[in-house]
């Protein structure tokens, strides 16, 4: 079964501090997501990755970056937090190979801003 | 714009009877429905999906219903159990892409 790892579960940090989301998937997935989960909102997307070292943007990238320096990681940046982003992140990867399948998620960051 | 549209935020169903959820879409160039099921602080799970060429497809207690014309698709889970309480998210493929995209999410209770 593919796996997808976020490195925390919870975090938390002030407001302005510059934050790193950590995803790791083990089955060799080229493409790779980030989404935010928030009440009302379902999930939206922040940014995505077909392939390394590139990234394109979802629909909500504003005050976000990702890396994705090796096919297996991609990372989420928050360049200086702020309470607004305080949400669930989750990371998600799949194959090319068309929508049937859909992704596999990680079990979620839940972050907190202060 | 919201392209998926899960119109209800929330269901409550008693145990062994049917539940029933709903999704509505916009856009003509999904390809693939889907949906997913989520506990609170765990990742969305797969479910069942569904190609935009067939109008049902089952697994198990999970049966997906499409209506192509009414641009409207349907989870029913036969029978309900407690264990089925989540958030389920209805999301959609666009034709010739990976991007999925997701309604709002439906919280199913299922009480004894």
């Known amino acids: 079964d593919v796996k997808v790892t976020q490195s925390s579960r919870y975090l938390v940090k002030r407001t302005g501090e510059k934050v790193f989301l950590e995803c790791v998937q083990d089955?060799?997935?080229?493409?790779m997501f980030w989404y935010r989960q928030d009440p009302g909102l379902g999930l939206r997307l922040i940014y995505f990755s077909y392939d390394v070292k590139m990234k394109e943007k979802g629909d909500i990238p504003e005050g976000y970056s990702v890396s994705r320096e090796k096919k297996e990681r991609f990372s989420l940046i928050l360049e200086s937090a702020s309470t607004n982003q305080t949400s669930m992140y989750l990371c998600?990867?799949?194959?090319?190979?068309?929508?049937?399948?859909?992704?596999?998620f990680g079990s979620g960051t839940r972050l907190t801003v202060v | 714009d919201q392209q998926v549209k899960q119109n209800s935020p929330s269901l409550s169903v008693q145990e062994g009877r049917i539940s029933i959820l709903n999704c509505d879409y916009t856009?003509?160039?999904?390809?693939?429905f889907l949906w997913y099921k989520k506990y609170p602080a765990e990742g969305p799970t797969f479910l069942i999906s569904?190609?935009?060429?067939?109008d049902k497809n089952e697994d198990g207690r999970f049966t997906v219903f499409l209506n192509k014309s009414a641009k409207h698709l349907s989870l029913h889970i036969v029978p309900s159990q407690p264990g089925d309480s989540a958030v389920y998210f209805c999301?959609?493929?666009?034709?010739?892409?990976?991007?999925?995209?997701f309604g709002t999410g439906t919280r199913l209770q299922v009480f004894p």
């Open positions: 856009n003509s160039m999904f390809d693939y």
């Open positions: 998600a990867s799949s194959n090319p190979v068309g929508g049937e399948y859909g992704y596999t």
């Open positions: 089955m060799d997935h080229e493409n």
């Open positions: 569904i190609s935009s060429i067939k």
């Open positions: 999301a959609a493929s666009l034709y010739n892409t990976d991007k999925l995209i």
